[in-house]
């Protein structure tokens, strides 16, 4: 959880995780949409699914327990060679470094590494510099130790330098480049998407798609729709929708536009409310796994990526009418 989260929030999540799924064992038994929607707002969900299925494995192969072995872990889904590390040196004691991006800011200070460390040339460099420094038998206390110290004191932005015990160690402190360590290399640019979606009602229910396994979000359930090409204008939801289900629609009124940011991209997603023509309900799935039509009190069962779950919330917050949301949460 904490790989892409901050830590304020990755407890929040964590505590009703553990509370829900309190061993390997019930990871493993839960069905996939359970999983997914105990980790909804944490986004990059490849990570529960992978969780999920490495569970499966530990409990098939290790009897329910975690190994505490690099070798092991690293063949476990999701997990690579720093989670691999922290599990095995933090939890085993095993005599592995670990290097997060904490550790990395350290090492490049201490050491006044002048290149990006995203390169494989000072990669190779700390990792280098990591091995060495391991004390032998205190990986557990060394590694966390490290990792604290770089979230706390030796910071991204104005470090502690007059606190750190190793100032009269650090090459940069010496030489005046903390705040030049480390070099990130050059920012990736932002990528605008915007897309567009809408609410299908028929009789009381509305359309609910979920996406394909191998998609962006996979396995997490969304409104139809496609994204808005240049050109286009917001009036061609109807067209999105009838291209992605074979349903035809009728657009009844705007509901609102959300935005959210994944990795490199903005996302900027525009809904409506709209109607079913006819009482042909069945969807073609043109881009989709499967399909629910649901009453509006289901909603809560299903897990969805960012833009339909603000959609949601705004609904509830400012026209809870729509979707017989009688309160707010």
């Not at 290790?62 to 190994?67: R, T």
């Not at 206390?141 to 030796?154: D, F, K, R």
């Not at 920012?187 to 229910?205: D, M, N, P, W």
């Amino acid at each position: 959880m904490l790989q892409q989260t901050q830590m304020a929030r990755g407890v929040t999540y964590f505590t009703r995780w553990v509370t829900r799924f309190p061993d390997t064992t019930a990871v493993a038994d839960a069905n996939r949409q359970e999983i997914l929607k105990y980790w909804e707002g944490l986004g990059y969900y490849s990570r529960a699914r992978n969780l999920h299925k490495a569970a499966q494995i530990i409990v098939d192969d290790f009897a329910g327990e975690v190994p505490c072995d690099y070798d092991q872990l690293i063949q476990l889904p999701g997990i690579g060679p720093y989670t691999a590390a922290a599990v095995a040196s933090v939890a085993g004691n095993r005599d592995i470094a670990v290097i997060d991006a904490n550790v990395t800011r350290v090492y490049a200070r201490l050491f006044d590494i002048d290149i990006p460390v995203k390169e494989k040339k000072a990669k190779d460099q700390i990792a280098g510099i990591a091995d060495e420094l391991l004390p032998v038998g205190k990986s557990r206390l060394y590694n966390q130790a490290l990792m604290e110290l770089g979230g706390v004191v030796c910071t991204p932005k104005t470090p502690e330098c007059s606190l750190c015990i190793l100032s009269e160690f650090c090459l940069a402190f010496d030489r005046g480049t903390v705040n030049e360590r480390p070099i990130t290399g050059i920012s990736k640019k932002i990528t605008t998407i915007q897309r567009l979606s809408g609410i299908v009602f028929h009789e009381g229910r509305i359309l609910l798609l979920q996406r394909r396994e191998n998609d962006v979000w996979g396995g997490l359930w969304e409104f139809p729709g496609g994204e808005l090409k240049k050109g286009e204008g917001e009036d061609a939801v109807a067209d999105k929708i009838l291209e992605c289900t074979g349903l035809t629609v009728d657009i009844v009124d705007p509901i609102t536009t959300v935005t959210h940011h994944y990795t490199r991209y903005k996302s900027i997603l525009h809904c409506y409310h709209c109607k079913l023509q006819g009482d042909d309900i069945e969807p073609v799935l043109k881009s989709a796994d499967d399909y629910r039509w649901i009453i509006p009190e289901e909603l809560v069962h299903f897990a969805f990526p960012a833009g339909p779950r603000k959609v949601i919330e705004y609904i509830r917050k400012k026209c809870p009418a729509l979707l017989n949301f009688t309160t707010s949460p």
